[in-house]
């Protein structure tokens, strides 16, 4: 089986000259779902840097390796695309590194086209682009042992000729394939013929036809039809598709994906909570007490564990999703929700960031590059803060414990798990309300086509989805800190300066900026019975939505650093009237208290206009929500 | 497989046809013919130009002599339809699949 995967043919038998120093310059193009990535993962291993180029929100994914040669080469992984001629920000970014265009980088030596041997016929019309282009190129032949069990004949060498172009054949997921593939990358590259010049440009309809028609023929003389083709997924899809089965079972899944990122989580959290306070103990015991140390212990620490604590549901939440976009699952997905989703105007393809919001709208927000339209991508960015994220849940908590009763409805029911299961629908119903209005009030016109290859199914490979997960999980802490740390560190200075007056009573924070704050916007939050000190609370709590309860518990004087919740809850159920609390919960759905969102906002669009809007129009909502949820309750008896 | 590549570049908005020529919005599960026609217009309002959707198309493999077949669609209003075009499974919304019209064969 081995051996009849490797070199098919040469085109230019390597003029092999001495090994130069610097790093030949390598990028890798093709279809989704080509395995492109899985290819990186085994070239590049963890050598791998993952930023983003520069003026744009595009992930930059480089990695370094070492040929058989000992030639250096640094490998760039180009987002994948069915055509040069790009439609979102990603594809974009691909055209312009094909064709050495991208600002701030340098124009790739060579580039691989991966493709998925079993799939070859759209990929055939992308190779006839890349040829136009005329840069140096290998054809990764990928996936060739699924190729081979299907009984799929590719005349290798007919195709090489056909194409004008090295090929290769690889097994990503096994590591098969790679030297003899950076030995023709390393030919191509030593090779250094003068670059044809490049005679690619947008093809119209005709030319795209003209195209096919061509792909056709190289692809009915190169490839024999499967003797064995794949029959599962069909089989897979006939019960994952089925209109009713397929969404009961869609919902399952969620569900199972949600108990998961709560209950799995929660055991690592609460490690990393009880870590983080015992350093802030540890650092306030053995410090001389002061400023410094306070900055330390309350500003920096704190701020570091408040971003921490989130990392094993992010872990969990991406291990689900990129265990479903590897099986190619995310796509039937996208087609089971598109018109429920597009109902609210909102595309198929937001269901994934929105998914992500319900662990926080950070990565959500993030992962909205994967939706091609401008208005789309902002309408969903819009409302993904809406999501209830795992930030409000110590709220939620710490409210519904102290005021909602422990007893059963409906006999098996317990009604404060009915209550924060309306909160999260509350979350979800306003947000699908939201993106209606704009997509019918805002931005009216037809929505973007829905267009999405329904990839086979693949069993997920281990290796790779750990890979994933790492550069996502590296991504999330440098970013999420970058934007959080100086934020918390903000909110430190507002809380702690000035000092309280010689022979203050009341908690340190009632004479800060943000007490001060907090007793100023009071008559302002008056209308929906918030008393001061919950006003004050929701400034720290701008930094990250659980930060209000530490402040709570700060405010009234209990429980310490940690604010022990169970006297916090008691205190909380003797100063505040049913109405405030539910006012207060029904704020907290909707109010934008997280600086962190709005920042990643300002960094996605490149604007402070839209994360103005966002905070606008959440502030508004919450207000009115709160309003409406006092009132009632006030009428209803619970004031 | 298909031999016939209809190179046309004119616009023509899909007409009933009495050879069986369907627009592929009209079809469902089982469905099966080769594709004769493709235009960018669907026939309802879009947000992408009519030689824009024709392009878009075209690149996920709906092209004139295609074979395709409709293999799923989903539960509200039948929309949308999973097809299956010569080798490749794409999902696309009825609207968008007004564009495309087929001769259809039988189930």
């Known amino acids: 089986m081995t051996s009849d995967i490797g070199v098919a043919a040469t085109v230019s038998d390597t003029t092999r000259k001495t090994a130069p120093l610097t790093p030949a310059r390598v990028a890798l193009v093709g279809n989704p779902n080509s395995g492109k990535t899985a290819l990186f993962n085994a070239l590049?291993?963890?050598?791998?840097?993952?930023?983003?180029?520069?003026?744009?929100?595009?992930?930059?994914?480089?990695?370094?390796?070492?040929?058989?040669?000992?030639?250096?080469?640094?490998?760039?992984?180009?987002p994948g695309t069915y055509s040069l001629r790009a439609r979102s920000p990603d594809e974009a970014v691909t055209r312009d590194a094909v064709l050495g265009k991208l600002a701030g980088e340098a124009a790739p030596e060579a580039l691989i086209c991966v493709a998925d041997a079993t799939n070859l016929r759209l990929v055939l019309r992308l190779v006839l682009e890349l040829k136009q282009v005329g840069r140096p190129f290998v054809l990764a032949l990928n996936m060739f042992d699924i190729a081979q069990r299907q009984g799929l004949r590719i005349d290798l060498e007919r195709l090489s000729k056909e194409l004008s172009a090295p090929i290769v054949t690889t097994v990503a997921t096994r590591k098969r394939g790679l030297p003899e593939l950076l030995e023709q990358v390393e030919g191509l590259v030593a090779a250094q013929k003068p670059e044809a010049e490049s005679v690619w440009r947008e093809p119209t309809a005709a030319e795209i036809r003209a195209a096919h028609a061509e792909a056709q023929r190289i692809f009915k003389a190169c490839v024999k039809p499967p003797e064995r083709p794949d029959t599962v997924t069909g089989k897979i899809d006939s019960v994952l598709l089925h209109p009713v089965a397929g969404l009961v079972i869609l919902l399952t899944l969620l569900f199972v994906m949600f108990q998961a990122v709560f209950t799995w989580a929660t055991p690592a959290m609460d490690g990393i909570d009880a870590g983080f306070a015992a350093l802030v103990e540890f650092t306030n015991a053995h410090l001389p007490q002061g400023l410094l140390t306070s900055f330390i212990a309350?500003?920096?620490?704190?701020?570091?564990?408040?971003?921490?604590?989130?990392?094993?549901?992010?872990?969990?939440?991406?291990?689900?999703?990129?265990?479903?976009?590897?099986?190619?699952?995310?796509?039937?997905?996208?087609?089971?929700?598109?018109?429920?989703?597009?109902?609210?105007?909102?595309?198929g393809r937001a269901f994934i960031p929105l998914l992500s919001s319900f662990a926080c709208a950070i990565p959500g927000i993030m992962s909205t590059r994967v939706i091609d339209n401008r208005e789309d991508r902002l309408t969903t960015i819009l409302v993904a803060p809406l999501m209830t994220c795992s930030a409000r849940i110590p709220v939620y908590t710490l409210i519904i414990g102290a005021f909602i009763p422990q007893q059963t409805v409906a006999g098996f029911l317990s009604l404060q798990g009915l209550v924060m299961f309306g909160l999260y629908a509350s979350g979800i119903?306003?947000?699908?309300?939201?993106?209606?209005?704009?997509r019918r009030v805002f931005w009216r016109g037809a929505v973007e086509p829905f267009m999405m290859e329904l990839p086979t199914y693949r069993w997920p490979e281990p290796r790779n989805v750990a890979m994933n997960l790492w550069t996502r999980a590296r991504i999330f802490m440098a970013r999420a800190g970058r934007i959080i740390l100086p934020l918390m560190v903000l909110v430190w200075v507002l809380s702690t300066f000035p000092y309280p007056p010689e022979g203050a009573t009341g908690p340190a924070i009632d004479y800060s900026i943000a007490g001060r704050l907090g007793q100023f916007l009071a008559p302002l939050m008056a209308p929906i019975g918030f008393n001061w000190q919950m006003t004050v609370a929701l400034i720290p709590g701008m930094a990250a939505r659980e930060v209000a309860v530490a402040v709570l518990g700060t405010v009234y004087a209990v429980g310490g650093?940690?604010?022990?919740?169970?006297a916090l809850s008691t205190l909380l159920k003797n100063q505040w009237s049913l109405a405030s609390a539910l006012s207060f919960l029904a704020w907290y759905v909707f109010a934008p208290q997280c600086l962190p969102t709005l920042g990643v906002v300002k960094r996605e669009t490149n604007s402070w206009v839209w994360p103005t809007v966002m905070f606008v129009y959440m502030v508004s909502l919450a207000y009115l929500a709160a309003f409406v949820t006092y009132h009632v309750a006030v009428a209803l008896g619970a004031g | 497989m298909s031999?016939?590549?209809?190179?046309?570049?004119?616009?023509?908005?899909?007409?009933a046809d009495p050879a069986g020529v369907r627009p592929l919005a009209a079809a469902g599960p089982g469905d099966r013919g080769?594709?004769?026609?493709?235009?960018?217009?669907s026939g309802a309002e879009e947000a992408v130009a009519a030689e824009e959707l024709e392009r878009r198309l075209l690149e996920m493999g709906f092209v004139e002599g295609a074979r395709i077949e409709v293999l799923h669609q989903g539960l509200f209003g039948r929309d949308p339809i999973a097809v299956r075009v010569d080798d490749t499974r794409v999902a696309l919304r009825r609207r968008e699949a007004g564009a495309v019209s087929v001769k259809f064969d039988g189930r």
Not at chain 1, 329 to 340: E, G, K, P, S, V
Not at chain 1, 429 to 438: E, G, N, Y
Not at chain 1, 561 to 566: L, S
Not at chain 2, 3 to 15: D, H
């Open chain 2, 3 to 15: 031999e016939a590549f209809v190179l046309s570049s004119e616009f023509e908005p899909p007409a």
């Open chain 2, 34 to 41: 080769v594709i004769v026609k493709v235009t960018g217009v």
């Open chain 1, 44 to 78: 590049t291993g963890s050598r791998q840097k993952v930023a983003n180029y520069a003026g744009v929100t595009v992930e930059r994914k480089e990695g370094v390796l070492t040929a058989p040669s000992g030639r250096q080469m640094r490998v760039l992984d180009l």
């Open chain 1, 429 to 438: 119903v306003s947000a699908l309300l939201v993106s209606f209005v704009i």
């Open chain 1, 561 to 566: 650093e940690d604010g022990e919740t169970g």
């Open chain 1, 298 to 347: 309350d500003g920096l620490i704190a701020g570091v564990g408040s971003v921490i604590v989130f990392l094993p549901q992010i872990l969990i939440l991406f291990f689900f999703i990129l265990m479903l976009e590897d099986s190619g699952y995310m796509a039937r997905a996208a087609f089971l929700m598109d018109r429920i989703m597009g109902g609210a105007g909102l595309h």
